[in-house]
């Protein structure tokens, strides 16, 4: 028993180790520096609180630009990478080494040398001093050195490369070869402006990132993330290896508030790996199912590991329309996880735990549940339209009267939480376990969900910016923080106010130190990747790339998407999940988006995004590299190796939604109504699970494999039904160019039409792309096309531009296509006359 204890006790200490490594940085010094390294760390996050609150502009103190914010943010982030990070394997963990104070400070000054010198240097542009450059060579240096420290080698040779690219370009073989960089305009591009280091990457870090993160850790801090894996076993943890779904949802719980795939995995596998291995999983099964759900934490919004924020700035769409798109995809996912996992129990035939709730029958146990879910509609419609009704009548003073109202809500939920008995988390390696009851289990919890509210609600209901939201969440949850503990002995007749209230204090001053050693990543990774951007856009490489890529898959769109795919997956063995989403579709998402044009597939930029970023995640898991599969061997005791293969093989439905949904954009949400929107819900998830169970080999019994190719048959048909139409009918009625202003009029307004133009490219090969012609409104023909801005000539079956009008939706088109297509058709766009004419067709 002795030696169990001492190694689940040493096997901890690794699990600590792996993540502190990945995450938060493995050195913790004893003493003053102890002290100095984690009052710098709170310091980072009172600063973004600061800089994200109202609070600057209404004393007129403090107030950052958007460069001034970023410098700042990179400061802390480097500083505290050379302090949290150690060097080397053998370099101490329990001290800071005079070196890495003076490079860490150096590199600080570097980072801050914007913001301190943001005057003069906005007096030169462009043209930057020795004194410029010399600080800019000492940052990218020591940048790429805590990048390594961090994030390990592949990112800083993938950023060298680039860089070495930028300066030695004319040296470069064949197509790979351009004008080259000269040092001056290199260290101005990536450090002294906002197209490279400082660029958007880094801003969505500063701006929305980090709040997030912090909001996650103080959640995770109150007891949120013990509460979610609690819920999740008393819910499930009764049924048919209920501990494996138990996993699966806790784990989706808990991506909710974390960006990390490899703290995912310890903070619940620690307790659900062993549970499964009880009822009956192997070391590697129970392993991968842990990895498969928390991976999967990073698809589920609202942060989806940073990757969210990112696409805000890169798509163009709003926050909370990258939600409504990435949600569904996410929800499928998980629920398929939970169909692999029951039926890996059925062919097991395992059991569940012990159950500790009343017995009740079937019926009431569906009439509780529809109870439950009913009530909580009513309260969701409740609160909605209550406050829409009362927003108008209290005007101004409707912030006051909600936060008095909430402020109650909290108190009720807490006071009805302190009549059941606090929650501890049971011994899973104990020889009994029993499962929590579920009603004291979810009551005594209730308050953490309304931090999740205030998040929600400022996004969806008050459009607030995405970080001024989690500035509001953040401050409940510090209230909160402050007063539970308080309140609830007080409740239970047991208070000692002064040590409740310290007590609640420090789990704030953890919280806001948490928060920011999770960042320290996430912030080097941001500033890493912007490199890459930065030479993308400097010298023109993603052109390049565009142009060898569609070589090798010479044109092909199923070809093109398969690389891109390997691509991601093969640079997410290295970079982390945001450094990789940021370099691919750098990349590889205006190929895609091209390829998809010309070949008569409208491909919108968040499917490309999100089919990149899917990708990305999975290197999580795939073999050799997969880091998560690795903390989850470390729990369970089972190979690596076979542990990252088995996460693989459940993850597969999660590598098959983004090919779907390259293809059939209803399962992002794209143009369809609230009913067309549970239909598809439904029906895709239907599919999935008929996927899921074709890849285990067993639906109702074990598969013949005839029944396999038939089920993914099924699943196919059900994920893009029109497939089979089209080859039967075609989907578009072509109509003649000279029928344009005909084929305007017969659609309705705020629709699109399917515009094919032919042409040559800049190298006189034949071009033919699609685009979706938005239609205007307009009682006739000709004042939709003055809408438009398009004038056309007709002769005879041809129509020919005559004359675009500036500023008009017809002149976007027009600069579109200019990139495009070769200097004949360019002049067409422009309004001469040529010879070329639109072939024209519309949807049905």
Known sequence: MTHDKKHSSAETVDLDELVASTDTGSRSPDGLPGKLLVSLAAAWSLFQLWIASPLPFMV????????????????????????????????????????????GGIAAFGAGY?????????????????????????????????????????????????????LFGPHMPGILAHRGVSLNGLINHQWLTAQGVFGIALGVSTSFVFLFVLFGALLDKAGAGNYFIKVAFSLLGHYRGGPAKAAVVASGMTGLISGSSIANTVTTGTFTIPMMKRVGFSSEKAGAVEVSS???????PPVMGAAAFLMVEYVGISYVEVIKHAFLPAVISYIALIYIVHLEALKANMKGLPSSNPVRPLLNKVLGFMTGLILLMILSFGVYYGLGWLKPILGDTTPWVVSVVLAVVYVLLLKIGAGYPELELDDPNSDVVKLPQTRPTVMVGLHYILPVIVLVWCLMVERLSPGLSAFWATVFMIFIMLTQRPLIA??????????????????????????????????????????????????????????????????????????????????????PTTANYIVV????????????????????????????????????????????SFAAAAVSGGDPLRTGFQAFYYSMRTAALPFLFIFNTDLLLIDVTFMQGIFIFIVSTIAMLIFAAATQGYMLTRNRWYETVLLLLVAFTLFRPGYW???????????????????LMSVESGSSLRVRVEGENDFGDPLITYYLVPVPSGA???????????????????????????????????SILTKKFSKSVRLLIAGLKSGYGYRVSRCF
């Open 490 to 575: 007080i409740f239970r007749q047991r208070s000692q106010l002064s040590a409740d209230l310290k007590e609640g204090v420090n789990d704030l001053w953890i919280g806001l130190v948490a928060g920011a050693r999770n960042m320290i990543g996430i912030g080097i990774a941001t500033a890493a990747a912007g490199i890459i951007v930065g030479a993308v856009s400097q010298t023109g490489v993603g052109l390049v790339l565009a142009d060898v890529v569609e070589l090798l898959a010479m044109g092909n769109l199923m070809l093109i998407l398969v690389l891109t795919a390997l691509l991601s997956l093969i640079l997410g063995m290295g970079l």
């Open 585 to 628: 579709s750098a990349l590889m998402a205006p190929v895609v988006v091209l390829l998809g044009q010309q070949n008569g597939l409208i491909v919108p930029l968040i499917a490309v995004h999100l089919f990149v970023f899917y990708f990305g995640i999975m290197a999580d898991v795939t073999p050799p590299v997969g880091l998560a």
């Open 780 to 814: 006739t023909a000709e004042e939709r096309m003055s809408n438009l801005g398009l004038q056309l000539m007709i002769e005879g079956e041809r129509a020919i531009v005559d004359l675009v009008d500036f500023g008009s939706l017809a002149a976007d088109i027009a």
């Open 114 to 166: 914007i913001f301190l010198f943001y005057n003069e240097l906005s007096g030169r542009p462009g043209a930057p001093i020795l004194q410029d450059v010399v600080i800019g060579v000492m940052g990218l240096c020591l940048l790429l050195e805590a990048t390594r420290r961090a994030l390990g080698p592949p990112l800083v040779i993938v950023a060298l490369c680039f860089i070495l690219y930028s």
């Open 60 to 103: 007129g103190f403090g107030v950052f630009n958007a460069t001034e914010a970023r410098s700042i943010h990179l400061a802390f982030a480097l500083l505290l990478a050379f302090m949290a990070y150690p060097a080397f394997k053998n370099s101490p963990r329990n001290r800071i080494p005079a070196l890495d104070w003076i490079v």
């Open 725 to 743: 139409m089209d080859k039967i009918h075609d989907p578009y009625q072509q109509v003649p160019p000279a029928q344009f202003e005909q084929a």
């Open 294 to 300: 928390s991976v999967n934490g990073q698809i589920m």
